[in-house]
């Protein structure tokens, strides 16, 4: 009798430890034909009730299982494929997985690839938020730099000689190259801020094998890789602001001009992208349509990832 109490006991605090479940003092409790109160112990052939082992397993098998109904919809929700992961599928899984519409495909590319829709509006990748935000900025920073470089004796020359005014049209070939410029030099950069391939490549995983090494060399490399990006990009914009702040102070009457050209070449990089994302889905939709056209599909491949 004594036995069967305190094994009921040791289960009640290995239940209560397992669930976050405060049961009330374990001090009434009617076992079959057993009433235990306090310390006297009265057998009441008569009374049967259900232990307070039995309410609080009843309570624990329902909180686990709502537990685990909560961490299998995390699981799936995480497990959903996002717009990078659809658009870099093979052409085999692409041919099973992927229903989009040349629309869906189109705002897919604009939202991974636009540095705006990119920065602020895509929520569902791996990225740091904070770490798009401040490539957004570095975005603009690259474009004023590399304008005032263009500002050397021929433009200083040519300004003085249109007696100050704005000359589109002498001011344009700087404004393409700048902004090509800025374009590849924004590029590399961002290849150092984005942590989304890896952590796709860890998704991937599909074994326990050795899965604790591979997160621990994920973290490793992500964690070296930031390191190296704020360090680049500190010492860039020290470099940058410096070299601004020299050159407008030196060169004041040709401040209206750089401000000018950057927000021209600037917009433009913002511009240009809804043109040129419109191209990869003339061949990826017809790809998908029908089967045996691969070679349509790494092509539009190719061209998403040059642009």
């Given amino acids: 009798m004594f036995e069967q109490f305190f094994n009921i006991l040791y289960d009640h605090k290995n239940l209560k430890r397992k669930s976050n479940f405060q049961a009330p003092p374990l001090k009434k409790i009617r076992i079959n034909n057993i009433k235990i109160n306090n310390n006297n112990i009265n057998i009441n052939n008569k009374e049967k009730s259900y232990s307070q082992k039995t309410l609080n397993a009843n309570f624990n098998q329902n909180n686990n299982s709502s537990n685990k109904n909560k961490l299998i919809q995390k699981v799936k929700n995480i497990m959903q494929l996002n717009d990078t992961e659809l658009n870099s599928l093979s052409y085999q899984e692409a041919l099973k997985l992927d229903n989009r519409s040349y629309c869906q495909y189109y705002l897919s590319i604009l939202r991974t690839k636009h540095i705006f829709f990119f920065s602020f509006y895509l929520k569902n990748d791996y990225n740091s938020r904070a770490i798009k935000i401040f490539l957004f900025l570095f975005h603009f920073i690259i474009y004023y730099f590399v304008n005032a470089l263009f500002f050397i004796d021929e433009t200083m020359h040519k300004i003085y000689e249109d007696g100050g005014s704005f000359n589109f049209i002498y001011q344009l070939p700087q404004i393409l190259y700048s902004s090509l410029i800025s374009g590849v030099i924004n590029s590399l950069i961002r290849i150092l801020a984005i942590s989304e391939n890896r952590i796709i490549e860890f998704k991937k995983i599909r074994t326990t094998r050795d899965l604790e090494k591979k997160r621990a060399d994920m973290e490793r490399c992500l964690y070296y890789k930031y390191i190296f990006y704020f360090i680049i990009s500190f010492i860039s914009n020290l470099f940058f602001w410096y070299y601004l702040a020299c050159f407008c102070a030196i060169y004041q009457d040709t401040q209206i001009h750089l401000i000018k050209d950057t927000v021209i070449s600037y917009g433009f ?25 691969d070679y349509l599909y790494k092509l539009s491949r190719f061209i998403e990832i040059i642009l």
């Fill in 269 to 293: 990089s913002l511009l240009y992208p809804f043109g040129l994302y419109l191209i990869p889905g003339f061949f990826r939709i017809p790809s998908l349509s029908s089967r045996n056209k």
